[in-house]
């Protein structure tokens, strides 16, 4: 059983950076990261294939978010910069051993337990 567990998470101002990380335990499987905003906005915001080969961003976040993984430290990273207030939410850590149900975003092996993230003047 994959076990997941985010750090990172905290308020910022618009414009800042911020670096989420979680660590994994339990096996290697394709991640990503899975926002819950505020009301019904949630969605897979970043993912990873298992080996790093491949990455997968949002639209709202791409060129902004950097996703990546360090397979030999069991850690996933996801670097977040010029955050705004969009991207306020509770970020999840996700895994799942199908690519394509993690990017669809309804349902994962793994969850972790979500970090907050505010951005707010």
């Known amino acids: 059983q994959v076990r997941l567990a985010e750090f990172g998470g905290g308020t910022v101002q618009p414009g800042d950076s911020l670096r989420l990380s979680c660590t994994w335990s339990?096996?290697?499987?394709?991640m990503g990261w899975f926002r819950q905003a505020s009301g019904n906005e949630r969605g897979i915001v970043a993912a990873?294939?298992?080996?790093?080969?491949?990455?997968y961003y949002a639209d709202s976040v791409r060129g902004r978010f950097t996703i990546s993984r360090d397979n030999a430290k069991n850690t996933l990273y996801l670097q977040m910069n010029m955050l705004n207030a969009a991207d306020t939410g509770v970020y999840y850590c996700?895994?799942?051993?199908?690519?394509?149900?993690?990017?669809?975003?309804?349902?994962?092996?793994?969850w972790g337990q979500g970090t907050q993230v505010t951005v707010s003047s």
């Open positions: 339990g096996g290697t499987l394709h």
């Open positions: 990873i294939t298992y080996n790093a080969d491949k990455t």
């Open positions: 996700v895994a799942d051993d199908n690519i394509v149900t993690l990017l669809e975003g309804a349902s994962y092996d793994a």
